[in-house]
């Protein structure tokens, strides 16, 4: 976001907190954290901040639109009520069952004995979800019950997500093919920005643990005209009538995960932001100005805004550290970011990275998320794992398939 916001042809400063190595080319990095809601308010006032725009969904889901907008200041995301749509997964399935919205079938549990009675009756794969905020990890696909029963168990006896699993959600496995749309909304406007699929397991060929995301592509090649209105009648307009029903309307970028089966689209989840990495590879594609379209959600003027998309494909390839998303050693030193600017149309957005000493190093799970443009996705493909390849530092980890199901050959 930072960097699409230095596109802009507007006079502007940019401020990121915390930051990282990348942003630090691009803005002045704050060294504050996103749960440190009183300095953020002072830093906003301090520097005479115009426009601020929530990234994580940490700290929507705490408050800090609320605190911004009880301060005077202009902001761009849902306030603690309507990021519960991610932070509260429990609350998602009752709305969407509320405003019958297509998704999957499963019930909310806060008791262990009760979760395990009710997976033991099943027969069928299901899937086990923390119901509070887990960094993208506490998503279980478990095709044998029997699998479901151990996660169950180290969710809510272990304690393995923390308070994210006091309540679980256990719902049917749906098969299909999982798609995802990202909406701008503000009041009653919603605006469709752009698709993609992003690759949740860690290895190759989907295997492997969960992750906040190794990459994606967009468009989806999926993502018909037809199957978008669909979506945008059956989910995105249900859900924001539901949510402003409820007492919270949605004011930020809505994104819906969604498993596209024979029946038609059901959703996986909500999100209260934009999806990482599937931000990356959307904002490589947007052709106008992403400051105008920030603006015009703060300022409830969505229908005035024009979005622009470049019709090339992008691809974004995560370069994690070895052992994500378990544990994993940081301090790694990176290596060949210098030769990327010799590939055309790409780009390496940092993630987990701090500059030590004049050396750009290691300090997350995801470090590095490499995307490309092209005019076809084997364009993109090949250009960004050119980057990919440059780029070194020790126990390097990433997929080499992505974007390959779309790719001509």
Known sequence: MVWALSRSPREKQIFCAPGNAGTRRLATNLAIKIDEVDRLVEAAKTHKIDLTIVGPEAPLCAGLVDRFQAAGLRIVGPTAAAARIEGDKGYAKRLMKQACIPTAEG???ELYESAREYIATRDTGVVVKASGLAGGKGVFVCPDPADALLVLERIMMERVLGTAGDCVVVEELLQGEELSVFAAVSDRTIYVLETAQDYKRRDDADHGPNTGGMGAYSPARIATDELL???QRDILVPIVDAMRNDGCPFQGILYAGLMVTPGGPKVLEFNCRFGDPEAQALLMRLDSDF?????????NRLEEVDVRWKPDSSVCVVMAAGGYPDSYHSGKVI????????????????????????L??????RVLSVTAIGCDVDTARRRAY?????IRFDGVHFRRDIGQRAASS
């Open 360 to 365: 750009t190093v290691s300090s997350g799970g």
């Open 335 to 358: 290596g060949g970011l210098d030769l990327v600017h010799r590939i055309p149309d790409t780009q390496v957005f940092h993630s987990g990275t701090v500059d030590q000493n004049g």
């Open 229 to 231: 209105d669909r979506i």
């Open 386 to 390: 050119q980057a990919v390849d440059s």
């Open 291 to 299: 400051l105008d379209l920030m603006e015009a959600i703060a300022d």
């Open 107 to 109: 019930r909310a549990f």
